[in-house]
């Protein structure tokens, strides 16, 4: 053990949803997916590199009466791939799914290559397939492999 006190961070919430073991240090990126920065009326708590039960760090982003869209929960699950999302109705947890990275990913990543089709004047919408040895444009062949969180769209 390490001896740190487990304490509740956050309160719990009465309707809305909880995103829970996102990677540690990616909650402010999830919250830009969210399209969530600088002033914001909605209610959040955001809980960074807090001990979760198995003694791992994690984020946590509570988001009060909202759900999220597929499309967010997509982006999400890029960063955050051991995220678990929550949906709270008046307290209880009454749905608990985790993130999936789909295999084709259109229109959420903004390809590098400054030449790529997709970085020019024409309506072409990025189009990424997701390898081991990273994300792959299938317009100009490029590699992302590092800082996929600062080119989410
Ligand atoms: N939660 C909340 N408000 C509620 C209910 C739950 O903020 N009214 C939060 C909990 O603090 C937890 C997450 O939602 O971070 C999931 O709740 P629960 O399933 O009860 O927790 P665990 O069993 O620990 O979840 P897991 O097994 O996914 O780790
Ligand atoms: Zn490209």
Excluded at 20 to 36: C, K, M, S, W, Y
Aim: net charge positive; glycine share 6%.
């Amino acid at each position: 053990m390490s001896g740190e006190p487990r304490c509740l961070q956050i309160s719990p919430i009465r309707n809305g949803t909880v995103i829970d073991h996102i990677t540690p240090g990616e909650a402010f990126n999830v919250l830009r997916i969210l399209g969530i920065t600088g002033t914001t009326e909605e209610r959040l708590s955001v809980a960074t590199n807090v001990v979760s039960r198995k003694s791992e760090r994690k984020d946590i982003v509570k988001i009060e009466n909202r759900e999220l869209r597929k499309q967010e929960v997509d982006r999400i699950a890029l960063i955050a791939p051991n995220a678990t999302i929550n949906i709270i109705r008046n307290y209880l947890v009454c749905d608990k799914k985790g993130v999936e990275i789909p295999e084709i990913l259109r229109g959420v990543i903004r390809c590098p290559n400054p030449g790529c089709i997709t970085n020019t004047r024409e309506p072409v919408q990025s189009r990424f397939e997701v390898t081991a040895k990273g994300l792959h444009c299938l317009y100009c062949d490029w590699y992302l492999t590092e800082d996929i969180a600062g080119h989410i769209i």
